[in-house]
């Protein structure tokens, strides 16, 4: 079964912390995603990537960046965290674009930024 | 924006079919029709997805109209674990970041004892 991990379930931070999300998968996928989950908003991509060091921007890219060093590690960086960036992170990978590509989520990480 | 339209909400009784419906109007020929669900406090996980066809797999089954306008998942004998947001979704998997998914509002089964 693909296992898609991430590094907190909970986590608590000051507004301005560089706060970091780590996701990692042990499939071997290529494609690894990084969401974020609101109320009433559903769910909405903020960066993903294709390949080791590739990056490609989501719908809502401000206030984020990330970081593919490794294949199976795919972080989420808030570089000055704000309260309107409180909510439930999701991590996903695939395998490459394909008729059979789906993805395989994480957990979730629930941020709240005070 | 989502290209889906799905009721906000379902009941459904223990044991008997769930049925959900899912318009895609504006679905074009390279579209794939994908269905994810969503347990509380839980990832999105994956259940089925078809192109024009119906499928079938241990979890469910898909029912594509024939001019691929709406579907239908159906889970033919639902059980408490089902309760969740089910999200209908469409997708170019050729089409770049088009073929990203994108999760609309989704509808909220409650399977009931």
């Known amino acids: 079964d693909v296992k898609v991990t991430q590094s907190s379930r909970y986590l608590v931070k000051r507004t301005g912390e560089k706060v970091f999300l780590e996701c990692v998968q042990d499939m071997d996928h290529e494609n690894m995603f990084w969401y974020r989950q609101d109320p009433g908003l559903g769910l909405r991509l903020i960066y993903f990537s294709y390949d080791v060091k590739m990056k490609e921007k989501g719908d809502i890219p401000e206030g984020y960046s990330v970081s593919r060093e490794k294949k199976e590690r795919f972080s989420l960086i808030l570089e000055s965290a704000s309260t309107n960036q409180t909510s439930m992170y999701l991590c996903?990978?695939?395998?490459?674009?394909?008729?059979?590509?789906?993805?395989?989520f994480g957990p979730g990480t629930r941020l709240l930024v005070l | 924006d989502a290209k889906t339209t799905q009721p906000t909400s379902m009941d459904c009784a223990e044991g008997r079919a769930a049925n959900l419906p899912c318009n895609h109007s504006t679905i074009s020929g390279n579209e794939y029709v994908y269905w994810y669900r969503q347990i509380h406090s839980q990832g999105p996980q994956y259940i089925i997805h078809g192109l024009k066809n119906n499928e079938t797999n241990e979890m469910a089954s898909l029912i594509i109209t024939e001019d691929r306008k709406s579907s239908t998942l159906i889970l033919p004998h639902a059980t408490l674990r089902d309760t969740a947001v089910y999200y209908c979704?469409?997708?170019?998997?050729?089409?770049?970041?088009?073929?990203?998914?994108?999760f609309g509002k989704g509808t909220k089964l409650s399977v009931k004892p």
């Open positions: 979704i469409v997708r170019d998997i050729y089409g770049g970041s088009q073929g990203n998914l994108i």
């Open positions: 996903a990978s695939s395998l490459p674009r394909t008729i059979k590509e789906t993805q395989y």
